[in-house]
């Protein structure tokens, strides 16, 4: 881990904390909420033993990056901005993407907006669904799940954030990294306050909570909550890319304990050629059997080992 390098790059506004290690092919990785670079600690390691050159950044809103107040600063074009502006700035054209979880999210959004600078994309947890010009992400969520639902539950600003300090960062961070029921998290008012005292399991150390709280602690959660709150206006947003697909050649990998797995429709889409419709260069998806949301974290090796074995052939 000490020969991971960490500086500051100006990008789009902010300045971006990111982690790199190693030299060859660029391998760019997107992480998840409430998570950082520090996500994808076992890859950067892996994939730079390998002969590749490993970046992952504290993506807007997160650890050592700028936090920008307003849920506003927080869209698809905003995030697509910072990445593009750091491969800019370390004059690099192409890259291998991974994603997971949010940062899965904008991968796919990276793709659609500048496809030409993605070799290939990895995505874990979140397959690419195309835009429902009919309604807007949070009427669908709420008509799904309820107002309880935890996306929805995010929305009210400062809300959250309290229950969170209420519950404190630790049990916070392992409530969300620890679980494994493929149920919707529908949480209703307070219930973030009474977290529970989690057992970690084998892939999840005390010292690498203490990592995440450290940052979460002087970061706050405001700017990961904020890509929750963005999600309709990113829907406004990218309404000229109605209908459009992924060209980019891609793998996906998602734990079959994955809540995003469960969500109705979704399995039927991905193995039944809906997903393969909107994105007509999957070459792969992988379902990983006993494994839940942050697949990365839990499955290092194995997850190293797809990404390695996909890109490899580009």
Known sequence: MEKIEHTTVPTNGINMHIASIGTGPVVLFLHGFPELWYSWRHQLLSLSSLGYRCIAPDLRGFGDTDAPPSAASYTALHIVGDLVGLLDHLGIDQVFLVGHDWGAVMAWYFCLLKPDRVKALVNMSLAYRPRNPERKPLESFRALFGDDYYICRFQEPGEIEEEFAHAGTARIIKRFLTSRSPRPPCIPKGGFRTSPNTTLPAWLSEEDVNYFVS??????????????????LTWELT????????????????????????????????????????VPFLQEVVVMEGAAHFINQEKPEEISAHIYDFIKKF
């Open 215 to 232: 940052k979460f602690d002087n970061r706050g959660f405001t700017g990961g909550l904020n890509y929750y709150r963005a999600l309709d």
């Open 239 to 278: 309404a000229p890319w109605t209908n459009a697909q992924i060209k980019v050649p891609v793998k996906f990998i998602v734990g079959d304990l994955d809540i995003t797995y469960h969500i109705p429709g979704v399995q039927e889409y991905i193995h039944k050629g809906g997903f393969s419709r909107e």
